[in-house]
């Protein structure tokens, strides 16, 4: 495999969480009492997912925005 196509692979990949991260920031705001502690759960599991991709992405000396990590912040978007 070539390095654009592990490239193109992490883009999508960042773009994707990142996509879903935020739906859960969602589903978690409009989520019923019932479903509440699992909304909570899963929109933690997130944000743990997110900030580990970032300290990754930063402690490689790579580029956040061109892995689709650069626009959120997990502590501000996703708590």
């Known amino acids: 495999m070539s390095a654009e196509m592990f490239a193109l692979y ?9 996509r879903q991260a935020v739906e859960a920031k ?3 705001l409009a989520a ?3 479903d ?9 599991a997130y944000h743990e ?4 991709m970032q300290q990754q992405a930063d ?4 580029d956040r925005r061109a892995l689709g990590l ?4 997990p ?5």
């Open 59 to 62: 402690a490689f000396g790579l």
């Open 32 to 34: 019923d009492p019932v």
């Open 75 to 79: 502590d501000r978007d996703l708590l």
């Open 10 to 18: 992490l883009r999508d990949l960042g773009d994707l969480v990142v």
């Open 70 to 73: 650069g626009d959120i912040d």
């Open 36 to 44: 509440e502690q699992y909304s909570l759960g899963r929109l933690f």
């Open 49 to 52: 997912v997110v900030s580990l």
């Open 26 to 28: 969602e589903a978690r």
